[in-house]
């Protein structure tokens, strides 16, 4: 699996590229950081990371992730170009807001809850899994 998603990761992205990782970048425990490290270092670009759930399970040390070799690494959802929110789970399920109206998307990694309501044309799942 981890060799098919590198080749497919490195056929779209190009070595000058940056790439915002929406969180649970793998799951491992601190004692598999090598292998991490090691993935990371096979994938092209600047991969910055939002920290998902599992990513905080491991460790909410910052310098921890970007010592695996992370350009940024961010702990919070945070407005992206002034238009997008990134997320690692939908804003407008976990907080119910509602940004109807307003200039803001909501781009976020996956859902936790598949009963959640969210407002399609303003958010969407960039995971990995998705058909």
Known sequence: ???????????IVGKNDTVWHLG??????KKDQ?????IISKLNGTINLLLGNHDR????????????????????????MDKYILSHEPLLTKNKIDVRGSPFCNIYGHVHNNKAEFLPHLSYNMCVDVN
């Open 57 to 80: 399970h491991v460790c909410t040390d910052l310098k921890f992730w970007y010592d695996l070799g992370f350009g940024k690494v961010i702990d919070k959802p945070f407005l992206f």
């Open 1 to 11: 699996m981890d060799i098919d998603i590198i080749q497919r990761w490195n056929k």
């Open 24 to 29: 649970d970048f793998a799951f491992f425990g």
């Open 34 to 38: 090598d292998k991490v490290k090691k």
